[in-house]
T-cell receptor, first 116, second 113 residues
Framework: AQKVTQAQTEISVVEKEDVTLDCVYE???????LFWYKQPPSGELVFLIR??????QNEISGRYSWNFQKSTSSFNFTITASQVVDSAVYFC?????????????FGSGTRLLVRP | DAGITQSPRHKVTETGTPVTLRCHQT?????MYWYRQDPGHGLRLIHY???????DKGEVSDGYSVSRSKTEDFLLTLESATSSQTSVYFC????????????FGNGTRLTVT
């Protein structure tokens, strides 16, 4: 079975610190997709990024960056110069193919608290 | 925001009663999913649908059934609610599956007393 592990249950940092959220996955598929979602205190789930298994280039979007390393089955997420508004639960997810359909398997999430 | 509406948003029910949660989309997306969110477990897939009348089980499907008679509606039914089904339930939609991100509804908070 495919699996996503987010070993960090909770992280607390002071504003302006950099923070990295870890995600390790297991899959037998040669082609797959990885995702990150954010869930702020208000509760909605917000899509952040999608990465396919053939593209190992790191991606940067403002203060957010993602490091995909196929060799270590990791897809880590770094927030640079964290802000209080970054406080949220962050989920990593992996697409799983089931015959001709697809589903997303989520990790258990990392709760990030950014203190002023 | 993706056009996804979950109803009801909150529900309190008693053990043993049937409960149906509704997910309605206006995006005409093929895939629809039901997840439950519990502390320490993240999001776990209950059931999903890849077309009208095409559904399959997720990792925590026991005690739940689903139906999709129209593209826009995906119903989740708890035939006889138990306290262990107290949770926040999220519906999600996806345009094409594997490489399409899921877009989530705002969730339904269900309490079984």
């Amino acid at each position: 079975a495919q699996k996503v592990t987010q070993a960090q249950t909770e992280i607390s940092v002071v504003e302006k610190e950099d923070v990295t959220l870890d995600c390790v996955y297991e899959t037998r598929d040669t082609t797959y997709y990885l995702f990150w979602y954010k869930q702020p205190p208000s509760g909605e789930l917000v899509f952040l990024i999608r990465r396919n298994s053939f593209d190992e280039q790191n991606e940067i979007s403002g203060r957010y960056s993602w490091n995909f390393q196929k060799s270590t089955s990791s897809f880590n997420f770094t927030i640079t110069a964290s802000q209080v508004v970054d406080s949220a639960v962050y989920f990593c997810a992996l697409s799983e193919r089931e015959d001709s359909s697809y589903k997303l398997i989520f990790g258990s999430g990392t709760r990030l608290l950014v203190r002023p | 925001d993706a056009g996804i509406t979950q109803s009801p948003r909150h529900k309190v029910t008693e053990t043993g009663t049937p409960v149906t949660l509704r997910c309605h989309q206006t995006e005409n997306h093929r895939y629809m999913y039901w997840y439950r969110q519990d502390p320490g477990h993240g999001l776990r897939l209950i059931h999903y649908s890849y077309g009208v009348k095409d559904t399959d089980k997720g990792e925590v499907s026991d005690g739940y059934s689903v139906s999709r008679s129209k593209t826009e509606d995906f119903l989740l039914t708890l035939e006889s609610a138990t306290s262990s089904q107290t949770s926040v339930y999220f519906c999600a939609i996806s345009e094409s599956g594997e490489n399409s991100p899921l877009h989530f509804g705002n969730g339904t908070r269900l309490t079984v007393t």
